[in-house]
């Protein structure tokens, strides 16, 4: 039986001051069990409950280049930035409402003020609650190693249950998201057991307005498939349309249809597939009017 | 009676501020120069045999000072006892075995236990404890482990263990009688009590060779079963109990604290053990499940006229308290109402799930559950409102119980407490969303407060009052959280006329306090408050008889306070409290009283028909709660609580409330969202992330009405509130989503899961 009580394994512990610092240990110890400690709050969990073994253990909350958050056209927010940091920002609650409605579903405040945006993101989890408002937002991930960089859609980084693209001498640096479309409507919604819970299902969606129409759209639903899924074929149903309740309603069921839920604790795939629809209608209604669109 | 100045009075208590700062020590917050860290090997498998069990490899790991296993343990299997002073015979003792000997019933059960230099020592070397098993197919329904040729979970010939009867009338023809009968089965899940503070401890040997143990435990009388399993005089044992982080009967049976004395006795060292939460969730007890088919009848005017219930319930892997919480939910079967036509039957069944035993309510939430069910049903079909069903059927007073045939002589508040609870619950609120359905629900019930009277129950005080007029008590009573501690210092305080300021209480020692009994039963008010007012009455007569002599008036015409023995007619007449000390001492007069309150005493009942006097005395309650479900989410919101209880007199109003607000609480989370899920018996909600209580951002406002009869037993009139205060409102929850939607839950959770599920069978 695991004991949550304390961390008994052993590892070598390491506090870099600069991103290169950092780098240069990632490369060093790829071929060992090295994991990154930003927040910790999943990381340290999973070493305890899992048994996830770590040789080296690699402490980013000093390096100030990965610690602020530039307002310039979008947002870029480093890897070491807290949740809490962000959920205080104008910026963030007011051009990214879906996001900031994400980090403030999360956990509680204690939590929020430990963990990172960019631990939320590498921990791959199908419930996570800022990765469908950032896939809403178009948000990409700098990715760092000695040998280089790349800038990759956050869309095409999580391939599994806590499994990403992120080879073993790389590192995330930063989350950079564009500025948003100026009609652009977005939102997003969670349920849980209680309020401070893992979602049965989370979603974001985005609606960009042209006059009547649906310039262009994002739905995206956590807890509902192995990775956050983008409901596509509902997307469809919307984009190019004059937006009316009925095609909202169609589109609710259409990605009620795309999710492919499971059976687990926290609820049953029959519920979920039920959830959704009511879900995807709901938050598209909410969406629709913040980007300005006519309320039935 | 001269007019009370501190009882009933709102007082903060002593324990509060320093809980609040975080400054107040519970029983792990203690550490002794050389302490060793324990801890326990826990079975894999629910059910296997033990081939064989290899200490070796631990025992030569650097720092590990002891390994133990079932042959190290002098006296490993005992009789779990309820710390009764009356033989009850046979039909409520079980099994008490503190290491697995041979074979293993859940996946949890003690196997080893390991003492360590470090905690990180003893984490690792737990590991390297060997053990072959051969698992076994075990049974983990309590249905079909009662049925002939079902895998035995003990050593014995079947796995009931226990059966309860109860009858009055003639069934058969109360049924004939009735013009509309209702029959249907209820279900109600494993729930963890979810304590802040773990099971936790520590232990040493002292200068006298007594071992001593610091632990949070409801029972510190444990100390004898400890005493026995090592072999030692009683004596040599001794319970230091802290205040508690919450027990809720989790804390009623042995925890930690045989483990901590075995491996102290053993490396003669201090020892510390602390469960994690997945050792509490995972490997002690939880409440009984319970599979309740009832049936009803009834005239058409809503009168009652036969009730019939079997009640099958889940005692997991060992007996601990099971037949008693499963003779307490047979006296309750058919709750507070007169029915002239009763059979109840109930088994209690042993299966290798986690073992089940005392969780707040003991027995009388879950067939409250069923009875308020079927009863809200029976109101909807006769198309009479949810109060008048109640009024028509429910106990008043001089009428008799319809299990058992006892009689209250005292007031009984219902339907008084009904009324109030539903009429303040007002019209129903407006919701404009048109997916979201408003409905509202009542419950009554009843719950006991005091021991079995067959147990011969008895509660010790001492009181001293010292020559500066401060005043120092002496109670074994454990403080769970609920403020125990501090009643008995408002009793003394209010009967010898000393601010709570001057008041200092030693609690909980098993050594030095007067054993009080348990912190359980909600016996503490009733039984400790009646010792400590014993005992400070006793004082107080002795102090007014010096001051009649010297002032020269009557016995008659004295009472005392605010540190002042008055004339009653002529209040500025007095003796300084402290002149009459001084005389007191000068005389050798005693000042100082060591008082036993016994409770009523009966014969132990015949199992198969209980009849007459089981339990002292009853609380009787409401709640009543409005809800909205959301009708495509399933999600329920509770938007109104209201509870209403007689709580005979409040002594301190503020944790009479607090235990009002706090057992609803309790209450909802059993009824929409606590589920210990044990499946194949492997539990799959071992931490809070799986396993879900409501917290203080999802509950509503709560609303207490205090009723104050002065109709107990206990101090003043008080009654016990402890327990019933949690044990009606889950089917006023279950009532109230019926009335929105119509559709009748009938097994615990009621989740949204559910409530969508039974929503669509419905229409389809």
Do not use: C, W
């Given at each position: 039986m695991h004991n949550t009580r304390f961390l008994t394994q052993e590892f070598e512990y390491f506090v870099p001051h600069t991103l290169s610092e950092a780098l240069d240990l990632l490369f060093t110890y790829q071929d060992k069990r090295t994991k990154i400690l930003a927040g910790g709050t999943d990381l340290l969990v999973k070493m305890k409950?899992?048994?996830?073994?770590?040789d080296y253990l690699i402490n980013?909350?000093?390096?100030?280049?990965?610690?602020n958050v530039e307002l310039d056209k979008g947002l870029k927010i480093g890897a070491a930035v807290k949740l809490s940091q962000l959920e205080k920002m104008k910026a963030v609650k007011e051009e990214y409402p879906a996001l900031y409605e994400g980090i403030t579903s999360m956990a509680a405040i204690a939590i929020r003020n430990m963990a990172t945006l960019v631990g939320n993101i590498c921990n791959?989890?199908?419930?996570?609650?800022t990765i469908p408002p950032l896939v809403v937002y178009g948000a990409k991930l700098r990715i760092v190693s000695k040998k280089g960089e790349r800038v990759i859609p956050l869309e095409d980084f999580i391939s599994g249950v806590g499994e990403t693209?992120?080879?073993?001498?790389?590192?995330?640096?930063q989350v950079i998201i564009p500025e948003p479309y100026k009609d652009l409507g977005s939102a997003f919604c969670k349920k849980g057991r209680v309020k401070a819970d893992i979602a049965k299902i989370n979603l974001a969606v985005g609606i960009e307005r042209d006059g009547d129409i649906c310039r262009d759209c994002r739905i995206v639903l956590g807890s509902v498939f192995s990775k956050t899924l983008r409901a596509y074929k509902s997307e469809e149903i919307l984009r190019g349309k004059v937006i009316k309740d009925d095609l909202i309603i169609s589109a609710a069921k259409r990605a009620a249809e795309e999710i492919k839920p499971i059976d687990d604790v926290r609820s049953t795939a029959e519920y979920r597939n039920e959830l959704a629809r009511v879900m995807v209608e709901d938050t598209l209604h909410i969406a629709w009017e913040r980007a300005g669109g006519k309320r039935w | 009676m001269s007019q009370l100045k501190i009882i009933g009075k709102p007082i903060s208590r002593d324990d509060a501020w320093a809980k609040a700062k975080g400054e107040l020590k519970y029983a792990d917050d203690f550490s002794l120069p050389g302490m060793l860290y324990g801890k326990v090997l826990h079975s894999?498998?629910?059910?296997?045999?033990?081939i064989s069990i290899n200490t070796e490899k631990a025992k030569q790991?650097?720092?590990?000072?002891a390994v133990l296993t079932a042959?190290?343990?002098?006296?490993?299997e005992t009789v779990t006892r309820f710390?009764?002073?009356?033989?009850?015979?046979?039909?409520f003792e079980g099994l008490y075995r503190v290491l697995a000997d041979?074979?293993?019933?859940?996946?949890?059960?003690?196997i080893a236990l390991l003492a360590a230099d470090t905690e990180e020592i003893a984490e690792e070397a737990i590991n390297l404890i060997e053990v072959e098993y051969e698992p076994l197919p075990g049974v983990f329904d309590p249905v079909e482990a009662m049925q002939?040729?079902?895998?035995?979970?003990?050593?014995?010939?079947?796995?009931?263990?226990a059966q309860f009867g109860c009858a009055q009338g003639d069934i058969e023809r109360g049924f004939k009688e009735a013009d509309i009968i209702i029959e249907d089965t209820y279900k109600v899940p494993f729930v963890d009590h979810?304590?802040?503070?773990?099971e936790s401890g520590i232990a040493w040997i002292d200068e006298n060779s007594v071992i001593n143990i610091r632990v949070g435990s409801q029972?510190?009388?444990?100390f004898r079963d400890v005493a026995d399993v090592l072999g030692l005089?009683?004596?040599r044992v001794r319970y230091r109990g802290t205040m508690m982080?919450?027990?809720?009967?989790?804390?009623?049976?042995?925890?930690?604290e045989t483990y901590l004395a075995l491996l102290t006795w053993k490396t003669k060292k201090p020892v510390r053990l602390v469960y994690s939460r997945e050792e509490s969730i995972l490997c002690h007890s939880k409440r009984h499940p319970f599979i309740m088919h009832y049936k009803v009848g009834a005239k058409k005017?809503?009168?009652?006229?036969a009730l019939e219930a079997e009640l099958i319930s889940d005692a997991g892997?060992?007996?601990?308290l099971s037949p008693w919480v499963n003779l307490y939910a047979t006296v309750n079967a058919a709750g507070p109402y007169c029915i002239p036509h009763i059979k109840v039957n109930t088994y209690c069944v042993l299966t290798n799930n986690t073992f089940t035993s005392a969780n707040r309510g003991f027995g009388a939430p879950q067939p409250n559950m069923a009875y308020e069910s079927i009863m809200d049903e029976l109101a909807h079909q006769l198309s009479i409102n949810p109060l008048e069903i109640r009024r028509i059927n429910c106990l008043t007073t001089g009428?008799?119980?319809?299990?058992?045939?006892q009689t209250f002589?005292?007031?009984?508040?219902l339907p008084e407490v009904a009324e109030k609870a539903w009429e303040a619950l007002g019209n129903p609120t407006r919701i404009k969303d048109k997916y979201k359905k408003v409905g509202q629900g009542l419950a009554i019930g009843l719950m006991s407060y005091g021991r079995m009277t067959f147990l011969h129950d008895s509660s010790r005080c001492y009181v001293r009052l010292e020559s500066d007029g401060s005043i120092l008590i002496r109670s074994g009573i454990p403080d769970l959280g609920g403020g125990q501690v501090s009643i008995l210092c408002q009793i003394v305080a209010e009967e010898l006329g000393v601010?709570?300021?001057k008041i200092n209480i030693y609690y909980?020692?098993?050594?030095?306090?007067?054993l009080a009994g348990?912190?359980?039963?909600?016996?503490q008010t009733y039984m400790s408050g009646n010792a400590a007012l014993k005992a400070a009455r006793e004082i107080k007569k002795r102090l007014i008889y010096k001051a009649a002599q010297m002032m020269n008036?009557?016995?008659?015409n004295l009472d005392i306070g605010e540190e002042k023995i008055i004339?009653?007619?002529?209040?500025?007449q007095y003796l300084p409290l402290i002149e009459a000390i001084k005389a007191c001492n000068a005389d050798g007069i005693e000042l100082f009283c060591e008082a036993q309150f016994n409770g009523p005493f009966t014969m132990t009942p015949d199992l198969s028909n209980i009849r007459g006097m089981i339990f002292p005395d009853f609380t009787f309650g409401a709640q009543a709660v409005e809800i909205a479900v959301d009708?495509?989410?399933?999600e329920v919101e509770v938007l109104k609580l209201v509870t209403c209880y007689d709580?005979?007199?409040?002594?301190?109003p503020l944790s009479v409330e607090g235990q009002m607000e706090g057992g609803s609480i309790y209450g909802l989370g059993y009824a929409l969202m606590e589920e210990v899920i044990i499946k194949d018996g492997v539990?799959?909600?071992?931490s809070f992330s799986e396993y879900i209580i409501p917290t203080s951002a999802d509950v509503p406002e709560a609303k207490a009405i205090l009723v104050e009869?002065?109709?107990?037993?206990?101090?003043?009139?008080a009654k016990g509130i402890g327990e019933p205060a949690c044990s009606i409102i889950a089917p006023a929850i279950l009532n109230a989503i019926y009335n929105a939607?119509?559709?009748?839950?009938?097994?615990?959770?009621?989740?949204p899961e559910k409530i969508i599920r039974t929503l669509k069978g419905q229409f389809n």
């Open positions: 409950t899992l048994g996830i073994g770590v980013i909350n000093e390096i100030s280049e990965i610690k791959a989890s199908p419930a996570g609650d693209i992120l080879k073993r001498d790389e590192l995330v640096s | 894999k498998y629910p059910a296997a045999k033990i790991f650097s720092g590990v000072r042959g190290d343990v002098p006296h490993n710390g009764q002073s009356s033989e009850v015979g046979k039909g041979k074979k293993v019933r859940f996946m949890g059960e003690a002939p040729g079902a895998y035995l979970v003990g050593e014995v010939d079947s796995n009931i263990i979810a304590y802040l503070e773990t029972v510190i009388e444990h005089p009683h004596n982080g919450g027990g809720f009967g989790g804390k009623e049976d042995i925890t930690v005017d809503g009168k009652l006229v892997a060992y007996p601990y009428k008799a119980l319809s299990t058992t045939g002589k005292t007031y009984v508040a601010p709570m300021s909980s020692d098993t050594a030095l306090t007067p348990t912190t359980t039963a909600t016996r008036v009557h016995t008659d004339v009653k007619y002529k209040p500025s009708i495509e989410t399933g709580v005979g007199k409040a002594i301190n539990t799959l909600t071992p009869s002065g109709g107990g037993l206990g101090p003043y009139g939607v119509g559709v009748r839950i009938k097994s615990l959770p009621a989740t």
